[in-house]
C-alpha cells in the first residue's frame, strides 16, 4: 500500500513537472516539432539511467523511495504515448521527414540519454574512490619522500637535520617549520 501511495505521487510530481518543462520549450520553440516532448523524454531517460544505478548501486534506499521516483516521477514525466500520438499526427498531416526525424532522434535520443546517465554514475564513483584514496596516497608520497632524501642529497649521505638545512637555505627556524607544516597538511599527517 506505502507503494501505491509512493508512486501515486511520485506520478503528480512528474506529469506538473513534463507539463511546465515541455510547455516552457513549446513557448520558445514553437510547436512545428515536437521539440518538448523530444526533450522531455531524452532527459526522462538520462534520470532513468542515472537514478537507477544510483539507488541500486550507491544508495540503499527504500523500497518506496525508489517507486515514487522511477516508476511515479519519471513514469508520469516521460511521456511515450504523447511521443506516439505525435508521430501520428505527423504522419497524418503528410510531414514524413519530420514523424521519421522524430521517431530516429527519440529511439536514438532516449538510448543515449539512459546510457549517459549511467556514464555519469560510473564517473562519479571513479572520482568518488579517488577522493576516498586521496590522502591515503598523499600520506604515502610524503612518507616514501621523507625516507629518499631523508638518506640520500646528490649522492652523498647526510642526516635528516642537515638535508632540512640544505632545503631551507638557512630560513629561520619558524619559516621552515611553516613549510614543514604545510607539507604535512597537504599529507593529511
Known amino acids: 500500500m506505502k507503494e501505491l501511495i509512493a508512486i501515486a505521487l511520485g506520478g503528480s510530481l512528474g506529469a506538473v513537472t513534463r507539463f511546465l518543462v515541455a510547455n516552457g520549450i513549446y513557448a520558445v520553440l514553437g510547436r512545428s516539432f515536437p521539440h518538448g516532448t523530444l526533450f522531455v523524454n531524452v532527459s526522462g531517460s538520462f534520470l532513468m539511467g542515472l ?57 536514438v535520443l532516449c538510448l543515449a540519454g539512459v546510457r549517459s546517465g549511467m556514464g555519469v554514475n560510473d564517473l562519479c564513483q571513479r572520482c568518488l574512490s579517488l577522493a576516498r584514496a586521496w590522502p591515503s596516497l598523499c600520506r604515502y608520497v610524503a612518507r616514501a619522500s621523507r625516507r629518499l632524501f631523508a638518506g640520500y642529497a646528490g649522492g652523498i649521505r647526510v642526516s635528516a637535520d642537515e638535508l632540512h638545512a640544505r632545503v631551507t637555505g638557512g630560513r629561520s627556524y619558524f619559516a621552515a617549520r611553516r613549510a614543514d607544516d604545510f607539507v604535512n597538511l597537504l599529507a593529511g599527517v
Not at 59 to 86: D, H, K, N, Q
Open 51 to 107: 537514478l537507477t544505478q544510483l539507488m541500486l548501486q550507491r544508495f540503499a534506499m527504500a523500497v518506496e523511495y525508489r517507486a515514487a521516483i522511477l516508476v511515479g516521477f519519471l513514469g508520469a514525466y516521460t511521456t511515450f504515448s504523447t511521443f506516439a500520438l505525435e508521430t501520428l499526427y505527423l504522419f497524418e498531416e503528410g510531414c514524413l521527414l519530420k514523424a521519421f526525424l522524430n521517431i530516429f532522434l527519440s529511439a
